[in-house]
């Protein structure tokens, strides 16, 4: 499996705060992604992570609210902007093997207060 | 994103018994499934996937059966243990993995009874 490292592993968070969760992945990676699971739910696409540009948002997800960006093949950030209770979730870094198995890391448990 | 629908939302089997989740899709450009193991405060595992050109893969003790004309597959657990006790979740993609994200059912509650 690819090596995928986040962090922080857990944070809580004053509203209105923002947070930004780091990746780093392993040189077999070579598409990145950030999903959010809510609790006790299933995983949401945010985005895909583009290198040197602009990140593919999903439908729902908005850049002003969680800017990404992934300056080189291995690294990614997610910031979660201008935080609600509503934000208090799992963030997961997850990348794709030119095979195409995804490979997630032990996400970010969010919660804001 | 289009939905994956996976049932039941929660399993228990006693251990040594088969454990059976399904999933049915609607995308006919989905042509990958893969299958992903949580235990509780980790990430999502991959544990099987299966393309459509087979019916069935095999690994272990955990196998994947695909019904293309049906849009439907499911993981079955032989021999289930304790330790099996996770969420599962299928997934599919299309373009033949994970590039293009995944879409993920919503996920079923396993518990393998001693």
């Known amino acids: 499996s690819a090596v995928i490292s986040q962090k922080p592993s857990r944070d809580i968070c004053q509203r209105g705060t923002s947070l930004t969760i780091q990746c780093q992945v392993d040189s077999q990676v070579t598409m990145m992604f950030w999903y959010r699971q809510q609790p006790g739910q299933s995983l949401t696409l945010i985005a895909t992570?583009?290198?040197?540009?602009?990140?593919?948002?999903e439908s729902g997800f908005v850049i002003d609210k969680f800017p990404i960006s992934r300056p080189n093949l291995t690294f990614s950030t997610l910031t979660v902007s201008n935080m609600s209770p509503e934000d208090s979730s799992i963030y997961l870094c997850?990348?794709?093997?030119?095979?195409?198995?995804?490979?997630f890391g032990e996400g970010s448990r969010l919660t804001v207060l | 994103q289009q939905q994956v629908k996976q049932s039941p939302q929660s399993l228990i089997v006693q251990k040594g018994g088969i454990s059976i989740i399904n999933c049915a899709y609607e995308n006919t450009a989905f042509d990958y499934f893969p299958w992903y193991q949580q235990f509780p405060g980790k990430g999502p595992a991959l544990l099987i996937a299966i393309r459509p050109d087979v019916s069935e893969k095999k690994e272990g003790r955990f196998t994947i059966s695909f019904n293309k004309s049906a849009k439907q597959f499911s993981l079955h657990i032989m021999d289930s243990q304790p330790g099996d006790s996770a969420t599962y979740f299928c997934?599919?993609?299309?373009?033949?993995?994970?590039?293009?994200?995944?879409?993920f059912g919503k996920g079923t509650h396993l518990i393998i009874q001693p």
């Open positions: 997934a599919a993609s299309s373009n033949g993995g994970g590039a293009d994200g995944l879409t």
């Open positions: 997850s990348g794709a093997r030119d095979t195409g198995e995804l490979f």
């Open positions: 992570a583009n290198q040197g540009s602009e990140a593919t948002y």
